[in-house]
């Protein structure tokens, strides 16, 4: 019962930056888990970011210190704002939102490329 819309992805050069924005809407109010995954060709599907309902984040090794991901003042919005992109960061990325009662909710997928 949540829909989300995701914005924000294109073609940068390494060493760049690009923010995606993911909007979510419906029943929302279950929500307490908002993050962001990527998937390369031939590869899984890999956690980037998370952020908590209380403002907790959390990274994955390979994007720590050049991601942030962060949210609204209403917590309906989820941002991943990214600097300092290198071509290994190119892949489609996906927003995802759950809570504990609620279940997962994915986007449809942004892609990102990174050309060196």
């Known amino acids: 019962q949540v829909q989300l819309v995701e914005s924000g992805g294109g073609l940068v050069q390494a060493g760049g930056s690009l923010r995606l924005s993911c909007v979510a809407s419906g029943s929302i109010s279950g929500i307490n888990l908002m993050g962001w995954y990527r998937q390369a060709p031939g590869e899984q599907r890999e956690l980037v970011a998370t952020?908590?309902?209380?403002?907790?984040?959390h990274y994955a090794d390979a994007v720590k210190g050049r991601f942030a991901i962060s949210t609204d003042n209403a917590k309906t919005t989820v941002y991943l704002q990214m600097n300092s992109l290198k071509p290994e960061d190119t892949a489609v990325y996906y927003c995802?939102?759950?809570?504990?009662?609620?279940?997962?909710?994915w986007g449809q997928g942004t892609q990102v490329t990174v050309s060196s």
């Open positions: 995802n939102v759950g809570g504990q009662l609620l279940g997962t909710y």
């Open positions: 952020i908590h309902s209380g403002g907790t984040t």
